[in-house]
């Protein structure tokens, strides 16, 4: 009896001393584990993502919005059909591979599932007509861009970052990505087993701040129009690919920008990475001839020219070191002035022009005018070469930089660069967006400009520009009676050491009216194959767009 007693008593011992440390495995060792898993059956949390803001026209049209779309869930306890057969019937109207949907509703220890994103409202009705205890739906939102491929490369697109959220890529959507975000906010509850709120359980929720909204320069009209003429112009003259940007020279401000080839926005998926970059801003080019109009106008505000300074070794080709610099047509313009140097489109002047600048002024001018800078355009992608360090410009580098060679430069470089010629002097600082726009409020952008050199050497060069426009190597396409200043520029393209003996980018840039100009336009066309020069390319695509322009802008012929 004592022996059972003590056996008894042993194996209460044994057990109570099991369950403490049990317990305290539990409760100190696992504690915080296992409250956390505990809280998780029971709290259910959902984060609520924030409108994101819209892109807008200067008229206030949509260029990329918000529409509705839902996030189809369920709730696991609350379906009463087997997943085998809810799959069946979600299957073919979400168009989705059954297992996969199946494999969602079958998971164990959760309570709340998504099963697809961005459903569209029909899809939705749909559903719900099935009448499936257990699925909902949240309000979701979908980017949608009404013009589809037009102004793509201005606006990027909106994709999904490493955790599945949604993310801005390149132009503005990847620019202003914050703005537009806004702040999501966060929703939780405590359920029961069956996933009803416990009426007495804790419940937390907070508001999504909605992203605000971007209005842009950017002229619909204007954009529309680049769009079309540009397509027709890299078909028509044979080129890989062209840009064309239209800016008011004033403020900044860009009213249109198109790059072909395109891609559409809502589609990025269905595109390779090389359409996403915005040739406009991301891609460098030795821009030749135009650049000859920065090196002039620096060299009349530095005084070292007038516009009938007489080029005393234009008679024939220059040699500078062990190399020839020669004239485009292999003509030479003896006693020429430095306004017929710009009409003549002429490197050997042009070295002149170089050599009477000298290396650190010219490398001076070249920095005030932005080149080998970013221009801090409020666009994703941009990129910059930078200039030679000032102090090691050979007299090689100084007379082929003279003439836009050795030095790279984008799109929007050169279009800020000669928007300083068109506005007195005064280089102004290139932006997309005009202001900010909230629910109660709206936040201008403030034009930033800044005077670089004078007047008076300005409006000298708009003269000059104006004597090629009328009289240079593209004057069978200036349009007749209307006021334009404007240069072409046929750059070769360096490769492997040596410049492609057969494909060119072409370009011309001008702005109209020459006096007080209403905009300024750059168009690149990229190796185009029916001529390497821009006489016979980008300056009809230009006049071409031009006339379209004409009219919209109010501007009248002189004549």
């Not at 049209?61 to 609350?78: Q, T």
């Not at 915005?278 to 505000?301: C, Q």
Request: proline residues 5%; hydrophobic residues 40%; contains cysteine.
């Amino acid at each position: 009896m004592f022996r059972r007693l003590n056996f008894v008593y042993l194996f209460f011992l044994i057990f109570i001393v099991i369950l403490s440390v049990k317990l305290f495995d539990w409760q100190v060792i696992k504690g915080e584990d296992l409250a956390r898993q505990a809280k998780n059956q029971y709290t259910v949390g959902k984060v609520v993502s924030a409108p994101r803001g819209s892109i807008l026209a200067s008229d206030g049209s949509i260029l990329s919005g918000r529409r509705e779309s839902w996030l189809l869930w369920a709730s696991l306890p609350s379906l009463k059909e087997n997943p085998t057969n809810v799959a069946k019937e979600l299957a073919p109207i979400l168009l989705e591979d059954e297992v996969n949907i199946e494999n969602i509703l079958s998971r164990s220890g959760i309570i709340w599932v998504p099963i697809k994103h961005k459903v569209a409202t029909e899809v939705k009705n749909n559903i719900e007509a099935l009448g499936i205890p257990g699925l909902g739906f949240d309000l979701e939102e979908d980017r949608y861009y009404p013009e589809a491929s037009a102004a793509a490369h201005l606006l990027g697109f909106v994709g999904k970052d490493s955790d599945g959220g949604n993310i801005g890529y390149f132009g503005l959507e990847g620019y202003y990505n914050l703005s537009l975000s806004g702040k999501s906010g966060y929703t939780s509850a405590d359920n029961d087993a069956q996933g009803l709120p416990i009426l007495l359980g804790s419940f937390k929720n907070t508001s999504a701040l909605e992203g605000v909204d971007l209005v842009t320069n950017i002229d619909k009209a204007v954009q529309l129009i680049l769009e079309k003429r540009l397509k027709e112009g890299v078909e028509k003259y044979g080129a890989s690919g062209g840009t064309v940007i239209v800016a008011d020279p004033k403020t900044g401000a860009i009213l249109g920008m198109s790059a072909y080839p395109a891609f559409e926005s809502s589609k990025y998926f269905d595109y390779g990475d090389t359409y996403f970059k915005n040739p406009a801003i991301s891609d460098t080019f030795e821009p030749g001839s135009v650049f000859k109009v920065i090196v002039m106008a620096s060299a009349l505000d530095a005084g070292v020219v007038t516009p009938e300074t007489i080029c005393d070794n234009c008679t024939g080709p220059l040699k500078v070191d062990k190399y020839l610099i020669e004239t485009w047509d292999r003509k030479y313009h003896p006693d020429s002035t430095m306004t017929e140097v710009i009409v003549y489109s002429d490197n050997v002047g042009m070295a002149f022009v170089g050599q009477k600048l000298g290396a650190d002024a010219f490398y001076d001018y070249l920095d005030k005018f932005g080149i080998g800078k970013t221009t801090g355009i409020d666009l994703q992608g941009e990129v910059s070469i930078p200039l030679r360090a000032k102090g090691s410009w050979n007299i090689v580098d100084l007379a082929t930089a003279s003439f836009g060679q050795g030095v790279a430069v984008t799109g929007i470089e050169m279009v800020r660069a000669v928007s300083a010629i068109a506005n007195e002097g005064k280089l102004p600082t290139p932006e997309v967006v005009n202001f900010l726009k909230g629910k109660t409020w709206q936040e201008k952008i403030k034009p930033k400009i800044v005077q670089i050199i004078s007047s008076q050497a300005a409006s000298e060069m708009t003269a000059m520009m104006v004597a090629a426009a009328k009289n240079g190597e593209s004057k069978w396409t200036n349009t007749k009676g209307f006021s334009v200043a404007g240069k072409t520029g046929t750059a070769q393209i360096p490769i492997a050491g040596h410049y492609d003996a057969k494909n060119t980018i072409a370009s011309f840039i001008g702005f109209s009216p020459a006096q007080n100009p209403k905009f300024i336009m750059l168009v690149t066309l990229n190796k185009p194959s029916s001529s390497q020069w821009a006489s016979e390319t980008a300056a009809p695509l230009w006049y071409s767009i031009a006339k379209d322009l004409f009219p919209y802008f109010s501007i009248q012929p002189e004549s």
